[in-house]
């Protein structure tokens, strides 16, 4: 396996772009926007340049990977030549179908097709395919370079000989793969999601304030950040998404996401990505500021 074709030149698929280019591969980057690979590559390049100021590539690392790296607009070019696609764009449901169908008619029949997904069905993305033994689940965390996880998710009809590949693959790119079956949420996500929806709820009861619901969390139970704050890192909508698709999935109350979330959802309150959420994000290496519109919850 040499070639590498990531769709999505976001957080995630820059990121795992960044990794498989450090492994090694040669990398395609492939976004309809062309703004978005500018900005894409130019945050490769500062994390980059942040791993040699830490000691953890060379200079001579930085300029290997980077040479491995193109950009493409158009998904049927991008994948012509790949052994491995991920696919790592926006969570929603019929973009991905969409993009399936597309890299399955347009990559070689040999070429194993993974989605970063954080929820979403790998059987029913494999369903849109010629190809479903060869779909699989490769969900990175976020900062990709950073954290080690790789949550490798089996579809209904994935096969032992691509779970396999994508295992050996991960560790090449020293990660730590851990194998889980295709269930709403998988196992990432089913628990953390219901733990943020249950800090919530917390907070909307009016049980504790943003600030000791999340150091109790940090505190007590040695998180490195509490689930409110991490919840506005990940993005409200995004936890907002996750949630409805696991309450769908299984149909229990207990996944029904809590309706403050659903509130500043509406609101437009989305966490670091708007500039409030739980907290105001006003900029790198500001102090953190509870956001005041919550002070009426404990009344």
């Known amino acids: 396996m040499k070639n590498v074709t990531v769709i999505g030149a976001g957080t995630m698929g820059n990121g795992i772009a960044h990794v498989f280019a450090l492994g090694g591969f040669r990398v395609v980057l492939c976004d309809i926007s062309p703004v978005a690979l500018e900005k894409a590559l130019s945050t490769i390049d500062r994390n980059m340049n942040r791993m040699i100021e830490k000691q953890k590539i060379t200079q001579e690392a930085k300029d290997s990977a980077l040479s491995n ?3 493409n607009t ?4 991008a994948v012509r030549e790949a052994d491995l696609v991920v696919e790592a764009a926006t969570e929603n449901i019929e973009l991905k179908l969409n993009i399936f169908r597309k890299i399955d008619q347009h990559s070689p029949s040999h070429a194993l ?7 979403i069905s790998i059987t029913k993305i494999a369903g849109v395919t010629s190809r479903p ?8 965390m976020n900062p990709v370079p950073v954290m080690k996880l790789v949550e490798v998710i089996r579809g209904f009809s994935t096969s032992d000989e691509v779970c396999h590949t994508i295992m050996e693959l991960s560790r090449k790119l ?4 851990v194998e889980v079956n295709d269930y709403p949420g998988f196992v990432s996500n089913r628990i953390l999601m219901t733990m943020i929806n249950e800090a919530i709820y917390t907070l909307y009861e009016g049980v504790g304030n943003v600030s000791e619901i999340d150091g109790i969390m940090k505190w007590g139970m040695a998180h490195p950040m509490g689930p409110l704050q991490l919840a506005d890192f990940i993005g409200l909508d995004v936890c907002l998404s996750i949630l409805k698709v696991i309450h769908d999935g299984f149909g229990n109350p207990k996944y029904s996401p809590c309706p403050l979330l659903v509130n500043m959802v509406n609101a437009g309150q989305l966490g670091v990505k708007s500039g409030a959420g739980f907290y105001l994000h006003k900029g790198h290496g500001q102090e953190l500021e509870v956001n005041p519109k919550f002070a009426h919850l404990l009344s």
């Not at 158009?74 to 070019?77: K, V, Y």
């Not at 033994?133 to 990175?140: E, K, T």
């Not at 020293?174 to 793969?177: D, M």
């Open 133 to 140: 033994s060869q779909v699989i689940g490769m969900h990175f």
């Open 113 to 119: 097709l993974a989605t970063n997904t954080s929820s």
């Open 69 to 71: 790296l193109t950009t």
């Open 174 to 177: 020293e990660k730590t793969p």
């Open 74 to 77: 158009l998904i049927a070019e």
